[in-house]
């Protein structure tokens, strides 16, 4: 089964930068992704940024392209995303979760706890 820790959200000011971990065990083949979702309260869980666990194909949602950045390497079992001119749209619980890649959420199998994310105006 895999295992999926998130770290480093916190409470920042609009325009900060803040990156998140996600700490993955358990996989043994590297053929799925690593996928990155948001929930604020009173929305729907939506995706924000997917890799391959290879560290490829990185894939963004259009409201944070060019904001965000997805990067890892299986070798590190870590994966992040440096979040940079952050909006207090962004304020959310932000999960990572392992799948397909992708928007689609019902392409994940396993996910993480959260890390809560607050940006401040």
């Known amino acids: 089964q895999v295992h999926l820790v998130e770290s480093g959200g916190r409470l920042v000011q609009a325009g900060d930068s803040l990156t998140l971990s996600c700490t993955t065990s358990?996989?043994?083949?590297?053929?799925?992704?690593l996928g990155w979702f948001r929930q604020a309260p009173g929305n729907e869980r939506e995706f924000v940024a997917s890799?391959?666990?290879?560290?490829?194909?990185?894939y963004y949602a259009d409201s944070v392209k060019g904001r965000f950045t997805i990067s890892g390497a299986n070798a590190l079992n870590t994966y992040y995303l440096q979040m940079n001119d952050l909006k207090p749209g962004d304020s959310a619980v932000y999960y990572c979760?392992?799948?397909?890649?992708?928007?689609?959420?019902?392409?994940?199998?396993?996910w993480g706890q959260g890390t809560q994310v607050t940006v401040s105006s």
């Open positions: 979760a392992d799948g397909e890649g992708g928007p689609e959420k019902l392409g994940y199998s396993y």
């Open positions: 358990g996989r043994i083949f590297s053929i799925y992704a």
């Open positions: 890799i391959t666990y290879s560290g490829g194909m990185p």
